[in-house]
């Protein structure tokens, strides 16, 4: 008798706690749904855009003005893009964009690969005060700098050349750079490198053909940072550079889309053409970007 | 230990550490650090880039502090600086939802990101086709729900300066909530876990622990929002050039219109002197206010 009440004491109090999970379970339930409603609309505005792009650059004027702005184009006009390619010069643009990030790429990494190899594995007091020195450049407005450097290239007839262009973008990206690799040249073990000097190599030898290929991990995820910031860069090559020949995309297609200020579908082949290369690296290299990204400013 | 000494030796020599650190250190100072001084002894200049330079004292650092013009857009910077402020907000909040151990977290911060690596022309380009007052993507929609005569965005100088502020707020965006994610994912399990079994809601958890162990990233990320909203440019050239009528105008394309439109280079020169100035103080400023002595550290 006395054990019968008890299980049924017992299994009441189950079944009010089922409940009471089940109703957290729904509850849990409920706001996990709303959460990706949110996150899903963040997500549609940021991608949205692009998405639309992509749209009418497959379209006529015709289809961009009468159909919907999310209907697919009936039939892609791929002709867009050929277009825009071979008429102006789109594809002259699109080469000096690859010769001024890619040659600024290379010198910004190896000067500041040299630097931070003097500022953590060399020995010597000063290191942090100049380590300080690059560092203040990250705070440096452009702007401030843009008219003196202006004057100088132009007293250098440098003005309409690709090494202004090329040697401002190596100095402007220094700090940054040499913030991402900083912390990757600490933790490096030290036991390779004396042993080298034991064996008699020079400080050269070191920095070459021990230190430079064990830091190629970070120096991939460094150079795909630097090579955004090149390939997008606006202000100095909007100053320094008005010949056309010496254009990159990011300015060129200003002019460009001029010409076409009404035809919506060379405009869009046009812009996908410029971001491209980003986008499919960032496709392919997704999380050395992510990282570099976050290692370039957590630290600040 | 002869081997300790001879690495000491090649690892010390004054000449290769100068080496070493040379290239990217004349580089700095000749394309950085030079200039910078170089723009405050032109703000000294009455010069109009190409003729010769006359020394006119502080002329147009007085100029400047009446000229009503450039105090607009120094509002517009400020205006633009609160509301990027006021967004990374959303950003955190986006940020804690992300990091709490929920499925395709990583799919989704990768989206978010994608505007950031695009340049600020295609950009701009993009949105002022959103913003077409007859044929972009924003007025077809408020057409098609029933609103008669939406306005022309970027025409309007009611409108203008905010219409601007939306992209940028959506090309910067993957950028904090990058940032605040790697820092959350940081923050180690046992902490939240031990707060979970002393009962700590998830709203607890989130505000009274994780984002003062976070605070110092925070710091950073309001520093980087308000100076890089005192410098931004690129959209607002390219987009309006600072109109209609100077209602988008910002420091940065104020001084880019008086050096290479009107040809005023000393004028603008003081202009850039007072920009770097003002985003070195409040670099200072921000960060003297916002450190304590209490940082959490973990």
Request: glycine residues 6%; contains cysteine; neutral net charge.
């Amino acid at each position: 008798m006395r054990n019968e009440a008890l299980t049924e004491k017992q299994s009441a109090l189950a079944r009010q706690k089922a409940a009471e999970q089940s109703k957290g379970k729904i509850r849990h339930t409920i706001s996990m749904t709303l959460l990706y409603i949110v996150l899903a609309i963040v997500g549609v505005f940021q991608i949205f855009p692009l998405v639309w792009l992509v749209l009418f650059s497959l379209k006529n004027n015709q289809e961009v003005f009468e159909l919907s702005p999310f209907a697919l184009p009936a039939t892609p006009r791929w002709e867009n893009y050929i277009r825009v390619w071979t008429e102006g010069n789109i594809s002259q643009y699109f080469f000096n964009s690859v010769l001024y990030t890619g040659s600024a790429v290379l010198l910004t990494i190896l000067f500041a690969s040299m630097a931070t190899f003097a500022l953590t594995r060399m020995k010597w007091k000063k290191s942090s005060l100049f380590l300080g020195l690059f560092m203040v450049g990250l705070m440096i407005p452009v702007h401030s700098t843009l008219i003196p450097l202006f004057n100088t290239f132009s007293n250098l007839d440098l003005i309409n050349h690709p090494l202004s262009i090329i040697l401002t973008y190596t100095a402007f990206n220094l700090p940054i750079t040499i913030m991402i690799l900083y912390g990757f040249y600490q933790v490096l073990p030290r036991e390779v490198e004396e042993a080298a000097v034991i064996d008699g190599a020079s400080v050269h030898r070191i920095f070459f053909q021990i230190t430079l290929p064990m830091t190629a991990p970070v120096i991939a995820t460094a150079a795909i940072i630097n090579m955004i910031y090149n390939w997008n860069e606006f202000v100095f090559i909007n100053t320094f550079i008005s010949a056309d020949q010496f254009k990159t995309l990011t300015v060129g297609i200003q002019n460009f889309i001029g010409q076409y200020s009404t035809d919506w579908g060379a405009i869009g082949a046009t812009l996908v053409i410029s971001i491209l290369p980003i986008l499919i690296a960032f496709i392919f290299l997704s999380d050395r970007i992510v990282e570099g990204i976050s290692a370039g400013s957590v630290k600040g | 230990m002869k081997g300790m000494i001879q690495m000491d030796q090649a690892l010390s020599s004054k000449k290769m550490i100068a080496l070493y650190l040379a290239p990217g250190l004349l580089l700095l100072l000749a394309l950085v650090y030079i200039p910078i001084f170089q723009t405050g002894y032109f703000g000294l200049m009455d010069w109009n880039g190409i003729g010769e330079m006359t020394f006119i004292g502080l002329e147009n650092y007085t100029l400047l502090i009446r000229d009503a013009a450039f105090w607009d857009s120094a509002w517009h910077s400020l205006l633009l600086a609160v509301f990027s402020a006021l967004s990374l907000i959303g950003y955190l909040l986006i940020s804690l939802v992300l990091a709490g151990k929920i499925k395709g977290a990583n799919f989704l911060r990768k989206i978010y990101l994608v505007p950031m690596l695009l340049a600020s022309v295609a950009i701009a380009q993009l949105w002022m086709k959103i913003y077409h007052p007859t044929n972009g993507i924003l007025n077809t929609l408020l057409i098609s729900i029933g609103i008669e005569n939406p306005p022309a965005w970027l025409a309007e100088p009611s409108l203008a300066l905010f219409a601007i502020f939306i992209p940028i707020i959506w090309q910067y965006a993957g950028f904090y909530i990058l940032i605040y994610y790697a820092a959350l994912k940081n923050i180690p399990e046992s902490l939240v876990e031990s707060a979970k079994i002393d009962g700590a809601s998830a709203w607890d958890i989130a505000w009274k622990i994780k984002v003062p162990l976070i605070m110092n990233v925070i710091k950073v990320t309001i520093v980087l929002a308000v100076v890089g909203s005192l410098k931004y440019f690129d959209l607002i050239y390219v987009m309006t050039n600072g109109g209609p009528n100077g209602a988008s105008e910002v420091m940065a394309s104020y001084m880019y219109g008086q050096a290479f439109s009107r040809f005023d280079f000393g004028y603008a020169s003081a202009i850039g002197f007072f920009l770097l100035v003002i985003c070195l103080l409040i670099t200072w400023l921000i960060r003297k206010v916002t450190v304590s002595d209490e940082d959490i550290q973990y």
